[in-house]
Nanobody, 118 residues
Framework: VQLVASGGGLVQPGGSLRLSCAAS????????MSWIRQAPGQEMEWVSG????????EYADSAKGRFTISRNNAKNTVDLQMTDLKSEDTARYYC????????????RGQGTQVTVSS
């Protein structure tokens, strides 16, 4: 399993970023995928998840109305569009093949850093 996240960076509060994750080593089209994040000194947090056909979509309360998850099964990618970013969104973001209830044990790649600061 290989998961390569990209798209992070430094953004001002209220700004937007689009994260992307390229997956390989498993049958992506049959996998429920999630984005998770970890802020310094804090536990890993589940952010959003997406079913195999993009019909089942779930968000943590902190992400609802601001983040949009999507996937492209032809390209084996899962994206996270983030808008109206806040300082509390600062974290390292990872994509995982996992649900909201088992993400802590999931294999994850190096992630991508998102820093929201003025």
């Amino acid at each position: 399993v290989q998961l390569v996240a990209s798209g992070g960076g430094l953004v001002q509060p209220g700004g937007s970023l689009r994260l992307s994750c390229a997956a390989s080593g498993f049958t992506f089209s049959t996998a429920y995928m999630s984005w998770i994040r970890q802020a310094p000194g804090q536990e890993m947090e589940w952010v959003s998840g997406l079913g195999t056909r993009g019909i089942v979509v779930e968000y943590a309360d902190s992400a609802k109305g601001r983040f949009t998850i999507s996937r492209n099964n032809a390209k084996n990618t899962v994206d996270l569009q983030m808008t109206d970013l806040k300082s509390e969104d600062t974290a390292r973001y990872y994509c995982v093949r996992a649900y909201s209830w088992n993400y802590k044990a999931a294999v994850r790649g190096q992630g991508t850093q998102v820093t929201v600061s003025s």
